[in-house]
C-alpha cells in the first residue's frame, strides 16, 4: 500500500511540474489567440490529456466495462473537481496574494460554456440511460465537442490582439543547476538555456512534457488499481477522488496563473473546456476505438453474475430488499448512470452561482461544500 501511494505521488508531482513547462509551450503557440479562446480550447485539451490518458488505459488495461468504470469515474471526478476547485482555488490565491475580495466571472463564458457543458452532461446521461456505452453515445459525444470548438472560435475570435502578444519573448528562469532542473523537471529550463523560445522549442518542450505526463497516467492507473485491492476500496471510488484530482493538476496550476495575470476569462473558462473535453472527448475517443477494434456496437461485461464490478453495477438482491420505490428507481441505475445525475444536478447550482455573482469567501466555501458532498455521495453508493 505504501508503495502504491508513494507512486500516486511521484506521479502526481510529474504531472504537476510537467505542466509548468506545458503552460510555457502552450502560451506561446497560441500567443495569436484572444483571451477566451485559448482557455476553453488549447489549454482544456492539452491540460486535460491526462484524463483522456488515463481513460485510454484504463479501457485497454482491464477491458469492457470494468476498464470504462474506472476511466469514466476519472473523468467525473475530475469534472467536479475542475469547476468547483480550480475556480475557488484561483480566488483564493488571488485573494491572499493580492488582497481581491471578488474574483470576476465572465456571464458570457457562463451562458456559452456553462449552458453547453450542462447540455453534454445531460446528453451524456440520456445516452447512458437509453443505449448504455454505444457506439452512438461515444461519436455523438465526439460531433458535440466539434461543434463546441465551432461556436468557440465564431464567438471569440473578433477582437485584434496588440503588437506586444505577436512578438516572441525570451522566459526567465532562476539560474539552478542541471541536476535540480531535472530533480524539478524543468523541462523548458533544460531546452531553452537562457536562449530565445521559438516554435520549434515550444513544440519540442510541448512532446517532451507530455510524454513524461503520459508515463506518469500510465503509472497511476497501474497504482490506482493496486491501492483499491491493497485497502479493498471500491476502485470507482479511488480513481473518482485520487486519479481525478491528480489529472486536474494541469488544468488548476494553468488557471491559476491565467488568474495572476489578470486573465479571468481564460482562467475561468479553462475549467468549463476542460469539462466538455473530458466528457466529450476523454470518455467518446477512448469508447469509439475500442468498440471499433473489438468490432462492437456495445460496450459490455463478461461477468453473467450481475455482481458488483469495480462499482459498475447494482445486484438485483439489492434492489429486491427494498419496498421503498424511491430506492428502487435509484437502485437500477448503476453508479456509472448515477454518477452522470449527480454531475448533472451539482453542476447546474454551481454555474448559477458563477452566473449571478462574482466569487468571494463565502460563495467558494459553498461551491466547495457542495464537491465534498458530490464526493461523500459516490463514496455511499461504491460501498
Not at 510529474?14 to 505542466?19: E, N, T, V, Y
Not at 500567443?31 to 491526462?50: H, Q, V
Not at 448515477?338 to 452566473?355: E, M, Q, T
Amino acid at each position: 500500500m505504501i508503495i502504491s501511494l508513494i507512486i500516486i505521488i511521484i506521479c502526481s508531482y510529474l504531472i504537476w511540474k510537467s505542466s509548468a513547462s506545458f503552460d510555457i509551450a502552450s502560451s506561446y503557440l497560441t500567443r495569436n489567440l484572444n483571451e477566451g479562446i485559448k482557455g476553453p480550447t488549447i489549454n482544456a485539451i492539452a491540460s486535460s490529456l491526462p484524463e483522456l490518458l488515463i481513460s485510454f488505459i484504463f479501457l485497454f488495461y482491464i477491458g469492457d466495462l470494468e476498464g470504462f468504470s474506472a476511466g469514466y469515474a476519472t473523468i467525473i471526478g475530475s469534472s467536479i473537481f475542475n469547476i468547483a476547485i480550480i475556480p475557488t482555488i484561483s480566488f483564493f490565491i488571488i485573494f491572499y496574494k493580492k488582497g481581491k475580495p471578488l474574483f470576476p466571472t465572465d456571464k458570457d463564458i457562463i451562458a456559452q460554456d456553462g449552458f453547453f457543458l450542462i447540455i453534454t452532461e445531460i446528453i451524456l446521461l440520456i445516452g447512458l440511460f437509453l443505449g448504455g456505452i454505444s457506439i452512438y453515445l461515444a461519436s455523438t459525444l465526439i460531433i458535440l465537442y466539434c461543434i463546441y470548438i465551432l461556436i468557440v472560435f465564431k464567438k471569440r475570435n473578433k477582437k485584434s490582439l496588440s503588437k506586444s502578444s505577436k512578438n516572441s519573448h525570451r522566459i526567465k528562469f532562476d539560474d539552478h543547476s542541471i541536476i535540480k532542473k531535472i530533480l524539478n523537471v524543468n523541462v523548458a529550463s533544460l531546452i531553452l538555456n537562457k536562449s530565445k523560445l521559438n516554435t520549434w522549442k515550444a513544440v519540442l518542450i510541448l512532446i517532451i512534457s507530455l510524454s513524461i505526463i503520459s508515463i506518469a497516467c500510465k503509472e497511476l492507473v497501474v497504482s490506482s488499481e493496486n491501492l483499491s485491492k491493497q485497502l479493498n476500496i471500491n476502485l470507482f471510488f479511488i480513481t473518482f477522488l485520487i486519479a481525478a484530482v491528480a489529472s486536474s493538476i494541469p488544468d488548476t496550476i494553468l488557471s491559476i496563473k491565467d488568474a495572476k495575470n489578470e486573465k479571468y476569462k481564460d482562467a475561468f473558462s479553462n475549467a468549463y473546456g476542460s469539462n466538455i473535453f473530458d466528457i466529450c472527448i476523454g470518455i467518446g475517443l477512448p469508447v469509439l476505438i475500442y468498440l471499433i477494434i473489438n468490432d462492437q456496437t456495445l460496450l459490455t461485461t463478461n461477468n453473467t453474475n450481475n455482481e458488483i464490478l469495480y462499482g459498475a453495477s447494482v445486484t438485483a438482491e439489492a434492489i429486491s430488499t427494498h419496498s421503498n420505490p424511491f430506492f428502487t428507481f435509484f437502485a437500477s441505475f448503476d453508479i456509472v448512470l448515477f454518477s452522470a445525475l449527480l454531475l448533472v444536478i451539482f453542476s447546474i447550482p454551481i454555474s448559477l452561482i458563477y452566473w449571478f455573482k462574482d466569487l468571494n469567501y463565502k460563495r467558494s466555501l459553498i461551491i466547495i461544500s457542495l464537491y465534498f458532498c458530490f464526493i461523500g455521495i459516490v463514496y455511499y453508493l461504491s460501498l
